[in-house]
């Protein structure tokens, strides 16, 4: 059963968002691939402003897919532990950690028409 770590994210006050996407895809993401076990996935989802809509509570939306609960535990473990830290110390260059959602949840596909 693979599960799919959700994180919502908001940028740090004091950046724009070009900012904060930019160095979310451009340096983050790198990171997160090079240091985070066990991932199997990862999408950053970058949500867009409408005119109607106006600006989202969200600047966008992390997807990172693990194989099983297990290995998203051990991903969990490292990224809370000291290993981490480095992961967490960037999080703090471009996002508002005190704000961050998130969710671990099961894929349950209803329609898949690639």
Same mark, same amino acid.
């Given at each position: =059963? =693979?599960v799919?770590?959700f *994180? =919502?994210?908001?940028r740090? $006050? ?7 996407? $930019?160095?979310?895809?451009? *340096?983050?993401?790198p990171? @997160?691939?090079?240091?985070l076990?066990?991932?199997k $996935? !990862? *999408?950053?989802?970058?949500a ?5 809509a106006?600006?989202?509570? #969200? +600047?966008g ?9 297990e290995?998203w535990? $051990?991903a969990?473990? #490292? !990224? =809370?532990?000291?290993?981490g830290?480095?992961?967490? +110390? ?7 950690v005190?704000s961050?959602?998130? #969710?671990?949840?099961?894929?349950? *596909? @209803?329609?898949?028409?690639?």
């Amino acid at each position: =059963m =693979m599960v799919k770590l959700f *994180v =919502m994210a908001k940028r740090k $006050k004091g950046i724009s968002r070009e900012e904060c996407l $930019k160095h979310w895809q451009e *340096v983050h993401a790198p990171l @997160i691939l090079k240091t985070l076990p066990g991932v199997k $996935k !990862y *999408v950053q989802n970058h949500a867009l402003t409408l005119p109607v809509a106006g600006e989202p509570p #969200f +600047d966008g939306l992390a997807e990172l897919w693990f194989d099983d609960l297990e290995s998203w535990r $051990k991903a969990a473990d #490292f !990224y =809370m532990g000291d290993s981490g830290k480095i992961i967490r +110390d960037d999080e703090e260059n471009f996002l508002d950690v005190h704000s961050h959602q998130s #969710f671990v949840c099961e894929e349950i *596909v @209803i329609k898949d028409n690639p």
